[in-house]
């Protein structure tokens, strides 16, 4: 072949040819045996070609287009940057989804059927975190109430919170 | 690649060998327990991906981290009434063939027993339920069981989400659902899969256009063992693509309806074949079974694709229907590490192949002759 096709990541010939249709889009690559090999291509089990896609290091225009123009995000609970997303196509914690949420609406719209959750909720947990929450607030405000003598209030807060810590679930 | 048996990690507790031997002995008739008794579908899958809130994801997470969530997880799983009597590994004392055992049980990920420190398994004792931690997500959790019962399947899979649920705090957000390492997992977490024998849509060339219009679907379709079609056996693993914007019971119903339509249309490719060049098909199985009892020397890829021939004679009814579970077993017990795992020695893959001829020669021995005299349609759907 006198132009073979060049392998999307280093420039090797390409060996590996991948057509993925993700919301009647379609998504080409091109792979020498190399990076299939090392991106798990050839593993069946696991490969995907939206997980590809989304470290960026085939087609980073598509993640740069959803950048705060220019701003790197860095996640404020564990240091994640958007650097290290485009290395490794995943997240450092939970709370990255909130850092991360202007690059990853427009790239959700082109991996998913929607862009917001229908489905099954944990609703136990959700209702423990809303009791912990008024919880930790309550005896925010009894310590206040206690500091500036306000005696009937704090006696107020001491029962709401006997009476939620007495509930079952709490 | 050799599964050395030798290099079982140091110090391990000395009941991990007992452990895991229960383990694949509860499965003795692995062929029954793992695959399906009936024509087409295998095995049915269902996984979901969890994470706790308080905690990085896994490939994030520091090594004091990851043992926090492995001991928090696996106390929260053993609790669990769906898993008395489970078995529990760590990584960590696993050797090599060992987590490759595990692999070929679909009972662990590739991903999971590559993993570094901090990573284990609970598994039920009937082994239709695995829990990882500390995978990709902190937990991928799976049901699988054999056939097609994808709907039961998603209903033991939620219960005991749900019973998880109870005790551990989900990483979950209103909006996008459940939250997890990779953002193609985003929302329900929840892959299902079936495995699907499907060798008169590879005969009759239409896997191609099949597999391109389950991609449309949003759908995707994997090999068994790697993506060329014949050297898979004909066996298909087809799964949904996204997991965000779509409720867990409209992502099964979706499958169930497009997996139903893959049905017939092997059943109706395999009645064409019959009308069409019934001595050519009966000329493959007959070949097939001939090479079994008779070769020296197999890889386990030939022997997925004889066996998967020979399957195919039982659902043609060339053998007795008793025997698809015998071809089930020997598709199980003919894997790298099962065959390792069945002798003393060292075996490299050359090795491997004469034990594993053996073992075909041995177990098919008693096996009948191909007798086709059926020239109606193939058996009905389950």
Known sequence: MANPIKCSLCGKPATVHLTQIINNKIHKVDL???????????????????DLLLKGALNPETITEGEGHGAELVCP?????QQDFKKVGRFGCPKCYEAFRPMLVPMLGSMHKGVAHSGKVPQRALDRRSIYERLTKLEMELDLAIKTERYEDAARFRDEIRQIKQTPGA | MKFAKSNKPQGRDPDTEARLAALL??????????LGAGPIVLMTRVRL????????????????????????????V???????????FTMEELSDHEKQLLVERHLISRELSASKAGSGVVISRDCTCSIMVNEEDHLRMQVIKPGFQLKRVWKTMNAVDSALEESLDYAFDTELGYLTACPTNLGTGLRASAMMHLPALVITGQ?????????????VVRGLHGEGTDASGSIFQISNQTTLGESEAAIIDRLHNVLTTVFRQEMNAREKLLEAEPVKLFDKIGRAYGLLQNARLVTSAEALNLL????????????????????????ILSQPAHIQHATDAEADPAQRDILRAELLRKALADFPRPEFTHSGPPPAAE
């Open chain 1, 32 to 50: 020498c045996e190399d990076c299939a090999k090392a991106k798990g291509v050839t593993d069946p089990s696991g490969f995907s070609l939206a």
């Open chain 1, 77 to 81: 609970n564990c240091g994640f940057t």
């Open chain 2, 25 to 34: 002995e509860s499965v003795e008739d692995a062929g029954e327990s793992i």
């Open chain 2, 49 to 76: 991906a969890r994470n706790l809130s308080r905690f990085p994801f896994t490939g994030w997470a520091k090594e004091a981290q990851r043992s926090d969530i492995l001991a928090e997880c696996t106390s929260a």
């Open chain 2, 78 to 88: 053993r609790a669990l009434p769906q898993m008395k009597k489970g078995i529990a």
């Open chain 2, 207 to 219: 896997m191609d256009k099949i597999v391109r219009a389950l991609n449309q679907l949003g759908l």
């Open chain 2, 308 to 331: 998967s021939l020979l399957r195919l004679g039982v659902d043609l009814g060339g053998f007795p229907a008793a025997l698809r579970l015998v071809t089930n077993r020997l598709i």
